[in-house]
Structures are given as C-alpha cells and as structure tokens.
C-alpha cells in the first residue's frame, strides 16, 4: 500500500482488497506484531472518546476535534518515526456512504503508557466540493503505508455528525475557532503586567511584552516556542486575541498561581524585553490607532475614551479623529498609572520583576536573534508585523491635523510630529522611560 492512502479514498470495490491487505501485512510479521511493535491484539483495548458533533468554520470549512485516547492495553502505543501513526477520518453522507476524497491527517503527537489518557485537538477540513453532502465522518486511527485500525478493530473508530457554522461577524468567528483548540481564560489572580508576561519553561525564556515595540512578533515567537498548541491557527487568529482571551499555557496566567510566582521570582530564566524610543512609541501609537486603523472594532476599546475626552462628546466622530497633539494632551492630563498599555510608561511593565537579564532597543532586535542563535540554538527571525511605514516626506504641522486630514495627505515621515508643542512636556511626563531607553542595549 502506497504511502498517503487511506481505504475511504478508494473506490467502493477497492475497500475488501484494502482490507485483505492489511490484514495480510500483518499476519507476515512475527508473532503477531505490527510494524510498530504494538500488537494486534492489543488495539481492542485502545479506545477513542469525542465529542459527536463539529462545527466547521470560515473558507477552509475546518474544525478542530478534541480526541481523547485511552491505553487500556498492556503495551505502550508509540506515534512511530515521521508520525506514521495519524488520526484521519472518512467523509459519510447523510446514508453512511463513504463521500470521495483525501482526508488530512493530524499526527499522533506523542507517546501513550499503558493505562494512560493522551488528548489532542485533531483537525478536519472538508472539501468545498463535499459541502453539499458530507454529514458526518469517521474518524480513527491510521498507520501510513500499513493499516486502517478500524480494519482490524472495526469498533475502533467514532462516528462524529458535521454541522455548518452560523452566521457570524469576523470578530466572532475568530473566537468560535479559537474556542475550539483553547480552553476560554480563566486566570490565576495575576494583576497587570505579571498576567501577560510569557514563559517558554524548555528554554527558560520569560518575555515581557510591552505594547508597541514588536510585541506581536515576539509573541509569536514565545508562542511556538512554548510549544503552544496549534502556533499556526494561534498566529492566523492573531496573537494577541488568542493568547489574552484563552489559556494557552504560554502566559503566566495560564499557570497555576503557585507556579506562576515561582517562574517569576526565579533568576533561572533569561527574563528580556524590547523597548523603543518613547516619543517613537506614542507616534507609532497614534498613526496605528488613531488615524490608519481608527474605524477598527478592537481599537476602539483603546481610543474612544481618548476621542471622546478631546471632542469633548461620547458621540464620537471618528472620519473626523483627533489630532496627535490632542492625544498628548489627553495623556498628559492623566495619571501615568490610568493610562491604557499602549502608551503607558514602558518602565511600568518592569516594576516588580526581579533578576531582570537584559533589555533591547526595538531597532537592535537582531541582537536578540543573535542571542538566542549563539546562547539559545534557537535560529528565528523576528519582523515588526505592525510597523508603521516611513515615508520621506515632512508634512509642517502634522501633529495639529485631524487624523482625516492626515489621510488627504497620505504617506508623511513620522518624524513630522517632533515639532509639536507639547514636546517638553513628553520628555518629562516619560523621563523614566528616557532614562530607561538609555540604558537599553
């Protein structure tokens, strides 16, 4: 048998040869053992446990399917080299005919002891093709190039019935999916910062992010790192949604407390951050959230208290926004400690953390890269997924324009808004931050 087929992608008359096959394949082998030295026997006493029903999302029709396996057998079930051992599945229509087409596959992903209970999120994508018709699969385990367990085991595999998704915004369809894979946040009582700060424990690597210097790269680099399942689709939905809303096990509030402070008051951890020039920072902050993306949903949680103080009404304008001296004027009239994170003082996110390693510069991030290669073995390479672009052109009083305005104009140097008034202001209000960044490698 071919590696990569599987009995549900033949046709009908091909299913009894197939499963001649298998069975042949193993009765060569030596007293009664598979290829991967578990024997036949054996698998009666492997069972699979699931939910009967997945609901499938967005363009891929894809859903993610907890499946909890149970070793009841006396021997230890092992993935086998390259993940030869995968859980696949057979599309059925509303009769229980076997639909046509492949099926992906999700590796088992690690070992199970005898007597041991091993889960992992399994996922299905459905052809759009087979839309039309699918209305459950079946879905087991597989050996490539072997068996089809339930060949051997007919009661081995679980029939799992197909649901559409319903009608949802983007915003909620993000959230369904990630539902799916991660458990919803539950949170230990970490106050902020500690909560968000990352820990990959095989690397002894704790990151503190702090807003607007590189965090989303950084975060996804923690994520896959600290081996978070599903980095990919976590990366997809965006990092921030899925590590904040869920327990992902990568921030200290996913871990349990007594844990999490350990982590914290260790100085076994190579604890880092990234920070930038602060005046950089608000201006970064200012074309993002309140001129480039200013009609964004999720920004608005961070903007229209600011908007709405400067316009003086909740009935915010957003074509209108406001201008980058009315969002300084706004922080400056507030308490540094009230302040949202994204223009929170930088240094705010250090107070506490003992046995602190080292802090970068956002524009000598490649000395992290370097460190982690020479120190670490870790070859990455970090981008800045939400860089403003530079352009060469100076606009004269760009910080007293309204983010409307400042769309008429297009592409400006960010370095236009240096000339504000409230400039000295700044460098007093963020002097701590200054001095910190100073001192930054």
């Known amino acids: ?41 054996a698998w009666s006493k492997i069972s699979l446990e699931m939910d009967t029903t997945l609901t499938l999302y967005g363009r891929l029709n894809r859903g993610h399917l907890e499946v909890r396996l149970h070793n009841h057998s006396g021997q230890k079930l092992e993935p086998g080299s390259d993940g030869q051992l995968s859980y696949s599945f057979i599309m059925l229509d509303a009769k229980g005919r076997k639909l046509s087409g492949e099926s992906i596959r999700t590796p088992l992903s690690s070992s199970v002891a005898p007597g041991e209970c091993h889960s992992q999120k399994v996922t ?3 052809p759009q093709k087979q839309m039309k018709h699918i209305a459950a699969i079946r879905i087991g385990l597989l050996m490539e190039g072997n068996y089809w367990v339930e060949d051997l085991f007919p009661q081995h595999s679980r029939i799992v019935q197909i649901t559409p998704a319903p009608a949802l915004s983007p915003a909620e369809m993000k959230l369904a999916i990630a539902s799916q894979i991660w458990p919803k946040r539950q949170g230990n009582g970490l106050r902020w910062p500690y909560g968000s700060m990352m ?20 975060k996804s680099m923690m994520v896959k790192l600290a081996a978070v399942d599903r980095p990919d689709i976590a990366t997809e939905l965006g990092v921030h949604l899925v590590t904040d809303r869920f327990n992902t096990g990568v921030q200290l509030k996913d871990k349990p407390i007594d844990r999490a402070r350990e982590i914290l008051a260790s100085d076994q951890y190579f604890k880092f951050s990234v920070i930038r020039d602060p005046f950089q920072r608000l201006v970064s902050a200012y074309l993002e959230k309140f001129v480039y993306k200013r009609h964004n949903g999720r920004n608005l949680l961070h903007t229209r208290a600011v908007i709405s103080a400067a316009q003086g009404t909740e009935d915010i304008d957003l074509d209108q926004g406001i201008s980058f001296d009315d969002f300084l004027a706004y922080i400056l009239s507030q308490d540094p400690f009230e302040l949202d994170p994204h223009w929170r003082p930088q240094h705010h996110y250090f107070l506490g953390v003992p046995h602190m390693s080292r802090i970068f510069r956002l524009e000598n991030i490649r000395a992290l890269e370097q460190y982690l290669l020479r120190d670490q073995g870790i070859t990455i390479k970090l981008g800045h997924d939400n860089k403003t672009g530079k352009s060469d052109i100076h606009l004269q009083l760009a910080s007293s324009l309204p983010a409307c305005e400042l769309d008429r104009a297009g592409p400006i140097n960010p ?17 701590e931050d200054f001095a910190f960044y100073d001192s930054a490698v």
């Not at 820990?199 to 590189?214: D, Q, T």
């Open 199 to 218: 820990v990959s424990e095989a690397h002894r690597l704790f990151y503190i992010p702090v807003a607007k210097c590189a965090c989303t790269s950084l």
């Open 1 to 41: 048998m071919a590696r990569g087929v599987w009995p549900g992608s033949q046709p009908q008359r091909n299913a009894t040869i197939f499963r001649t096959n298998a069975l042949n394949i193993f009765r060569s082998k030596n007293a009664d053992q598979a290829s991967d030295n578990f024997p036949v026997a």
């Open 415 to 431: 370095d236009s808004f240096l000339a504000t008034g409230h400039a000295k202001a700044v460098r007093e209000y963020y002097r």
């Open 124 to 126: 299905v994508i459905i």
